[in-house]
C-alpha cells in the first residue's frame, strides 16, 4: 500500500473533526462540572510575565445572554466617551459624510482590511505570545500583526501600512504597545470615525484573570482630533474552539452592485 493510500484510509476509517471546532483548550483551567473557569489565575509565562495567549472577543454585556445584543464598541468606539470625540471640524464632517453613504467608502465593505482599532470590537483574533513577539492573528480575512517586544525602538516611517509598525514593552503585568505609521484615511469603528497616518495608537494589555482581558487604547491623531483621546476594551477567552479561516473576497457579491454616492 504507497503512503497516498494508506492516509486516505485512515482517514476513512477516522473523520477528523472540522476545524477543531469543539475540541478542548489545553492548559484550560476547569470547574467541578467541566465548564471553563474563567475566573482563575492569570497564566504566565517562563519569565513570569502574564501570558496573554488565547483567542478572544469582545465582551458583550449580561442583558446580551438574554437579547442577542451586540456591544455599543461594535459599532462606535466613542459610545463611551461623556462629550463625544474631539473632532477637528473637517474631520467631523467626514465622518458625517461617511454615515450619510452607509458606509460605501468603508473599507471591510470593500474587503479591505479594517484596521488594529477596529478589529479589537468587530472579530474573533487569537493571539501568540512568544519571547520578543506578539502575534494577533484576525479571524477576518485570516490577516495577521506583529507586536515586537524585543526592545527595538519605534521605526522610521519609509511606507505607511494598515496596521501600522507596533512595538511593545512590559510595565508590571501590562504590555504597553504603541503603534505608529498608519495608512492615512482608515476607519476607528463602522461609523466612520477615523485615523489619519500622523496618529499615534497606545494599547495597553492586562489580563486581571484566566478567562478576561482589557485593552485600553489611547488615539493621538492630531491631524484630525483637537486632543487625545482614550478608551476601554472588555475581551473574554473563546474556549474549546479554533479560529475558522473567512476570505472577504470568497463568493462576495455586493462590492459590484455598489453605485458611488448612493452607499446602494
Known amino acids: 500500500m504507497t503512503m497516498l493510500a494508506a492516509f486516505v484510509v485512515a482517514a476513512l476509517a477516522a473523520p477528523l473533526p472540522g476545524q477543531w471546532l469543539h475540541y478542548p483548550t489545553p492548559g484550560m483551567p476547569r470547574t467541578a462540572d467541566g465548564k471553563p473557569n474563567l475566573s482563575a489565575p492569570t497564566p504566565r509565562t517562563a519569565d513570569g510575565r502574564p501570558d496573554l495567549s488565547g483567542i478572544w472577543a469582545l465582551q458583550r454585556p449580561l442583558a446580551c445572554a438574554a437579547t442577542g445584543c451586540v456591544p455599543p464598541e461594535f459599532g462606535n468606539i466613542a459610545v463611551s466617551l461623556k462629550d463625544g470625540l474631539p473632532y477637528q471640524p473637517w474631520a467631523r464632517d ?112 492586562h489580563r486581571p484573570d484566566f478567562g478576561h482581558l482589557e485593552v485600553e487604547i489611547t488615539v493621538d491623531d492630531p491631524k484630525a482630533y483637537t486632543k487625545p483621546f482614550t478608551f476601554k476594551v472588555k475581551q473574554v477567552l473563546v474556549s474549546d474552539t479554533e479560529l475558522i479561516e473567512f476570505i472577504c473576497l470568497e463568493n462576495e457579491k455586493d462590492i459590484q452592485h455598489m453605485n458611488a454616492g448612493t452607499g446602494k
Open 94 to 205: 467626514l465622518a458625517k459624510n461617511r454615515r450619510e453613504s452607509l458606509r460605501m467608502d468603508d473599507p471591510i465593505s470593500h474587503c479591505l482590511p479594517p484596521g488594529i482599532v477596529e478589529l479589537e470590537t468587530i472579530a474573533y483574533k487569537k493571539i501568540v505570545q512568544t519571547p520578543g513577539l506578539l502575534l494577533v492573528l484576525n479571524e477576518y480575512n485570516s490577516s495577521f500583526r506583529q507586536i515586537f517586544t524585543d526592545g527595538r525602538p519605534s521605526p522610521t516611517i519609509d511606507q505607511t501600512a494598515w496596521d501600522g509598525y507596533s512595538t511593545g514593552k512590559w510595565e508590571g503585568d501590562t504590555l504597553v504597545v504603541q503603534t505608529t505609521g498608519f495608512r492615512d484615511g482608515q476607519w476607528l469603528d463602522t461609523e466612520g470615525n477615523l485615523l489619519t497616518d500622523a496618529a499615534k495608537v497606545t494599547e495597553r494589555f
